[in-house]
């Protein structure tokens, strides 16, 4: 009997144990990236790069698992940080992070620096490495840029609920809010997510956010369709739409779209496949007649499930942007250089191929 009740005590100890342990999981993915940028002001060519990079696109590593608390509730959490493996960056910014809990009867909680609810149903980009590029929509920097609408960001001091499965309704909700010491502002910011999914192929959602990843609203609607749930051909469509309203004073609302496509290769021993994606954003970030089109095209093959090669090719066009540059002249109180901005045209050409693993 005490040899019964001492297993059974190990078993438990060792059920704790095995629940408590955290995975370490990660991505690293390096690509050499052939750049072209060109941009056009009132003095002519005012930024002209023509150079090879190596470039790390979204690397990271984490820590995540969850423990029971009771017989229908698990402690969730979550620790996720990116770098540059390229060594361009060397510290680590804090990605996804959180404590959480899930509960069987009101659904899972996650609190701390979330991704927003508008990512809930952004089924559509296909793009990787340099060009999975959306939510740059001005140049913040010297560095003339590829830009697009804005898009969906982690959002500190934050709460994201996400809405149980119900049996015989096929859409997944969601709800966040956050508080209004986010990046020092005084708004508290909210927002909420549909996505309806049968499994049959066909995807639909909406979203709404209220200060979160601007000063003003979003709305998100997106629909994607598996072409081979319905007849032989491997293709997978995706078109996003999306309205920035900003609260800046005289700001024109940003509208943007996206088309996607991808389909798989039959030909191949392992899985492959590839895409193309086209961006277009008029007025961006609420600036009248700041329009920008975006063109890609690219491939990936799987040596493994983990082990992922990419290439890929694509041009950004963007009109009556900012641009802020040197002008090469010290400020005689402070020796500090005097920067300007002007406003013009850009184009950026990226050619890329690289290895991504996951582990």
């Known amino acids: ?21 955290p995975t370490l999981y990660g991505k690293a993915f390096l690509a050499a990236d052939y750049e072209n940028v060109e941009f056009d002001g009132p003095a002519g060519n005012m930024y002209d790069e023509d150079t090879l990079e190596i470039n790390s696109h979204a690397s990271r590593i984490g820590l995540k698992g969850s423990e029971a608390m009771t017989a229908n509730t698990d402690v969730i959490y979550q620790l996720e940080y990116g ?14 992070t959180y404590l959480g809990v899930v509960n069987k009867q009101f659904g899972e909680f996650r609190v701390g620096k979330n991704q927003s609810s508008l990512a809930r149903i952004d089924n559509v980009v296909v793009n990787q490495g340099y060009w999975d590029n959306l939510g ?12 697009n609408m804005a898009d969906s960001g982690r959002i500190n001091s934050s709460v994201i609920w996400t809405a149980p499965k119900y049996d015989g309704l096929p859409v997944q909700l969601s ?5 209004d010491d986010v ?28 200060d979160q990843n601007i000063d003003g609203d979003i709305i998100r609607g997106t629909a994607t369709v598996d072409l081979g749930k319905y007849m032989a051909a491997p293709v997978r469509l995706g078109a996003l739409y999306q309205v920035a309203d ?9 509208k943007g779209f996206i088309i996607s496509g991808e389909m798989g290769l039959t030909n191949f021993a392992r899985p492959a496949s590839i895409y193309t994606q086209y961006n277009n954003t008029s007025n961006l970030n609420g ?12 491939g990936k093959y799987m040596y493994k499930d983990n082990i992922i090669a990419h290439a890929y090719a694509g041009m950004n066009k963007a009109d009556n942007i900012g641009y802020t540059y040197n ?22 050409l990226v050619v890329g191929a690289g290895l991504e693993y996951l582990f």
């Open 246 to 254: 900003y609260d800046s004073a005289g700001s024109e609302k940003e």
């Open 327 to 348: 002008t090469n002249e010290q400020d005689p109180d402070t020796n500090e250089d005097i920067f300007a901005t002007a406003s013009g045209d850009a184009e950026v």
């Open 183 to 210: 990046n020092g502002n005084e708004n508290e910011g909210f927002g909420v997510a549909a996505l309806f999914d049968q499994g049959t192929g066909f995807t639909a959602g909406i979203a709404y956010d209220k």
């Open 83 to 96: 770098t540059s493996i390229d060594g361009d960056n060397a510290t680590f910014t804090n990605r996804d």
């Open 1 to 21: 009997m005490k040899k019964l009740l001492l297993a059974s005590a190990v078993a438990a100890l060792s059920v704790s144990a095995a629940n408590a342990a």
């Open 287 to 298: 600036f009248d007649n700041s329009d920008s089109d975006q063109i890609v095209v690219g």
């Open 175 to 179: 709800a966040m809010y956050s508080s």
């Open 136 to 147: 740059q929509t001005q140049n913040e920097s010297e560095v003339v840029e590829a830009l």
